[in-house]
Every structure is written in structure tokens, then in C-alpha cells.
Antibody, heavy 116, light 107 residues
């Protein structure tokens, strides 16, 4: 069964950092673009960042550039999002998804809460 | 940057009725890169339509997508109880964007 499982979320103070992880299974992870999408409480979906198959190409939404870093480890079938300098407005559920380019497989998400 | 506007914000219908959801783009979108997602409370989004009109795996044929250019439509021919959810359109080309969502609720 193809699956994505996120982890690493939690409560953090403004200015803090977290490393989100996404573990992939059931498909050849190294052959796909991967992406992060977030959803603030009660709000819609927002694309955050994506990365190409070998990690040489990374793209970000403007609001996170310079603060968030996407990466991957194909040997570990894992995707990461390092989130630094967190703001209250970064509070959201963070989902990883597989890009075909359509987003056809999603994880269940991990909640990041930024609050003092 | 492409902006996707969905309407209506909320659609109140009864099971068995037809649902028609609209997604309008601020500039032309390649049909190859327009999709629709379904999200139920507490769950991850689920792809239901891609390429404007192709159903994703295991999606029943009561769901259909149409449109081109700047105007796209998702139609649910006869609402089943499990179809009441929020639906998002998405552009997934070189730039990526989501619409604000349409909530389909039970009348």
C-alpha cells in the first residue's frame, strides 16, 4: 500500500524551529517530485514548497522563502521541511504529497502550532 | 501568479440532488494541470479529478469535471451521503495554487 506519514509537528514559540518529516512507503520514492502543503485552522490549502527527484531543484512560496528549507533523503525514502523563524501565521497542519505533477497521494498531516 | 476563485462558498443540497461547483482562474490554465480535491473534516485532501476531466483512481462516475481556459466545473450527478465535504480546485503546473474551497453541506 502506498503511504505517506508525516511527523515532527508540535507547539513552538515564535522565532522557534522544527524539522518536519514525511516517510514514504509502497512506491519508488526517488522517482517523484514531492511537495509540502499547509492548512491553517479552519482555512484553505496553501502550497508551501516542492523538490525534484534528486533534490537539486527546490521551490518555495514567497512567504516562507529564507525561513523554510525542503530536502529529501532517497536512501531513507524520506522528505523533510526545516521550518525556522516561525511566526504565529505559520500555525497549520502540514501535509506532504506526491507530485505526478497532480498531487495524487497525501499524508494525514502534522500540526505545527506557533504560540507564546 | 494565478488566482483561483471558487463559487459558491457553500452549497446546501439534499442527497440525490445534483451539485455544480465552479472554479474561475485569473488567467488561462492548461487543462492538463487543473484538478479537484475533496476534503472531509479531520482528513487529508483526496484527489478526485485531474487534467480537468479525468477521474482519479477509485473515484465513482457520479463525479465529473469539465472546462477549459479560465472556467472549470466539478459536477456531482447525484449526491451520496459521503459526498458532503469541502472541494478545492487546484492548478498544479509550474506555478501552484488552490481555490478557496466550496463546502457542500446537507440541506
Amino acid at each position: 500500500e502506498m503511504q505517506l506519514v508525516e511527523s515532527g509537528g508540535g507547539l513552538v514559540q515564535p522565532g522557534g524551529s522544527l524539522r518536519l518529516s514525511c516517510a514514504a512507503s509502497g512506491f519508488t520514492f526517488s522517482t517523484y517530485y514531492m511537495t509540502w502543503v499547509r492548512q491553517a485552522p479552519g482555512k484553505g490549502l496553501e502550497w508551501v514548497a516542492n523538490i525534484n527527484q534528486d533534490g537539486s531543484g527546490k521551490y518555495y512560496v514567497g512567504s516562507v522563502k529564507g525561513r523554510f528549507t525542503i530536502s529529501r533523503d532517497n536512501a531513507k525514502n524520506s522528505l523533510y521541511l526545516q521550518v525556522n523563524s516561525l511566526r504565529v501565521e505559520d500555525t497549520a497542519v502540514y501535509y506532504c504529497a506526491r507530485e505526478l505533477p497532480r498531487f495524487d497521494l497525501w499524508g494525514r498531516g502534522t500540526l505545527v502550532t506557533v504560540s507564546s | 501568479e494565478i488566482v483561483l476563485t471558487q463559487s459558491p462558498g457553500t452549497l446546501s443540497l439534499s442527497p440525490g440532488e445534483r451539485a455544480t461547483l465552479s472554479c474561475r482562474a485569473s488567467q488561462s490554465v492548461s487543462s492538463n494541470y487543473l484538478g479537484w480535491l475533496q476534503q472531509k473534516p479531520g482528513q487529508a485532501p483526496r484527489l478526485i479529478i485531474y487534467g480537468a476531466s479525468s477521474r482519479a483512481t477509485d473515484i465513482p462516475d457520479r463525479f465529473s469535471g469539465s472546462g477549459s481556459g479560465t472556467d472549470f466545473t466539478l459536477t456531482i450527478s447525484r449526491l451520496e451521503p459521503e459526498d458532503f465535504a469541502v472541494y478545492y480546485c487546484q492548478q498544479y503546473g509550474s506555478s501552484k495554487a488552490f481555490g478557496g474551497g466550496t463546502k457542500v453541506e446537507i440541506k
